[in-house]
């Protein structure tokens, strides 16, 4: 019985060992530039994420990780305002900027993702990455008020085509959510290695359209995620 007690022992401890290297934890910080519709609005901004895993076998990876950021940056050049108005008998298009409009986007995610290791060296080591999970997120948008003149002459003769009265607007919900892309590390020293990695990011969400202002509908929060960050072995 000792000696079953101790074999036992042995197997057991042995299988610990090898567990406490199969684990992870590790934080980055990431850049999400708008793509796609999302883009017109809005400006790419910093943001973070933290994760812990377990490698399952010599090929797969899990983990989960918790991510945040916030856009506040309009996209300037494209805010404009579009009035055709008759001038002195002719239809003409006229162009206003819209300066005074305020955009955010805070976006809070709890996702899971599985690397799938296709390269490893003593230095690098090389994952494709698929992800899924559910996002928190917010938009606002400023009201919007002015009145739009045109000089119809040239002589500083102003004519009123349009006054905008617009009011503001909130959305708020939780979607789901997926992203893929490539991951790099860079063993260090172990246990720590330098991470870094790109991938392409969706929140199956909608904003809106407000007319008013030209800004059209986006269907799907399309971002390409770039992270850099450090990871911890053991």
Known sequence: MKKLFT????IFISFTLQAQNKFLVGASANYNVPVGMLSNRLEAAPG?????GKQ??????????IEYFKLTDVNKSQM????????????KTFEFPLP???????VAGLTAEAKYNFFRTDLIDANLNLGFGFFYWEHFRSDYKDSLFVDSTGAG????????????????????GVNFGLDVNFNIYSPISLNLSANYKLIIAELWPTLALNLENVSGLQFLDLRAGIKFNF
């Open 7 to 10: 074999f036992i022992s042995i």
């Open 48 to 52: 973070f994420l933290i994760y812990a």
């Open 56 to 65: 399952i076998s010599s090929d797969w990876t899990w983990i989960g990780k």
């Open 80 to 91: 404009k305002k579009f009035v055709k108005s008759d001038v002195l008998g002719t239809i």
């Open 100 to 106: 005074k409009i305020k955009m955010d986007l805070t």
């Open 157 to 176: 003769n102003l004519i009123l085509v349009e006054s905008l009265n617009v009011p503001s607007l909130k959305q708020k919900d939780w979607s789901g």
